[in-house]
């Protein structure tokens, strides 16, 4: 199947920096979302982004399909960017026609 | 318009037991899967339904099983529950319909079960 792969799984960050998050996966994908979990557990939607570039205010994602990866950034980081960062992706019409998640990339920042 | 609303929360069982938990989707939505997370395992697919039919099923034991009513509501059930069935359980809900099999997934807050 699929193997997702997320990096850094760690980062420590002071309030105000960029930062750059990758995911890399392994065979060709039709759809990828980027997930922010909450301390409550709860995926929140950051971006439904199987290809291109989108934008949303201090985030930003692009997925380069023919070199299997994304990446999502942050910029001018606030506290409340905490959390850990999960990249999912799936693809149809195949034996493995399942969501498939990374280990996500643990964010801390520091004020 | 409402989000994904998955009952109960939170809820203790002991071994041996068996649990079921609900989901309600997004209005319009056909499509409910379900998530486990572990802290070992990650967040692992269980299973998709849409309009009352499997779609797919991830690899999980026979215990774990699910269904999905008519008004798009779904219910997870894991029966004979062991320690390592304590796990967050998400239900994500998505627009996909049959023909186009990609859509985004909209999550709800989870049910943490704690097995003792």
């Known amino acids: 199947g699929i193997q997702v792969e997320q990096s850094p799984p760690d980062l420590i960050l002071q309030e105000g920096a960029n930062s750059t998050l990758r995911c890399n996966f392994s065979d060709s994908v039709n759809n990828l979302q980027w997930f922010h979990q909450n301390p409550w557990g709860q995926l929140i939607n950051l971006f439904y982004?199987?290809?291109g570039t989108k934008q949303n205010g201090r985030l930003s994602a692009t997925t380069v399909a023919t070199e299997r990866y994304s990446l999502l950034y942050i910029s001018s980081s606030q506290t409340t960017d905490s959390g850990v960062y999960f990249c999912a992706v799936e693809r149809i019409w195949s034996r493995d026609d399942k969501i498939i998640f990374g280990k996500g990339t643990r964010l801390h920042i520091l004020p | 318009k409402a989000g994904v609303t998955q009952t109960p929360r939170y809820l203790i069982k002991t071994r041996g037991q068996q649990v079921t938990l609900s989901c309600s989707p997004i209005s319009g939505h056909r499509s409910v899967s379900w998530y486990q997370q572990t802290p070992g395992q990650g967040l692992q697919f269980l299973f998709e339904?849409?309009?009352?039919?499997?779609?797919n099923k991830g690899n999980f034991p026979g215990r774990f099983s699910g269904r999905q009513f008519s008004n798009s509501r779904s219910e997870m059930n894991v029966s004979t529950l062991e320690l390592g069935d304590s796990a967050l359980y998400l239900c994500?809900?998505?627009?996909?319909?049959?023909?186009?099999?990609?859509?985004?997934?909209?999550f709800g807050e989870g049910s943490r079960l704690t097995v003792l």
């Open positions: 339904y849409f309009s009352e039919t499997q779609r």
């Open positions: 982004i199987p290809s």
């Open positions: 994500a809900s998505s627009h996909r319909t049959g023909q186009e099999n990609t859509g985004e997934l909209f």
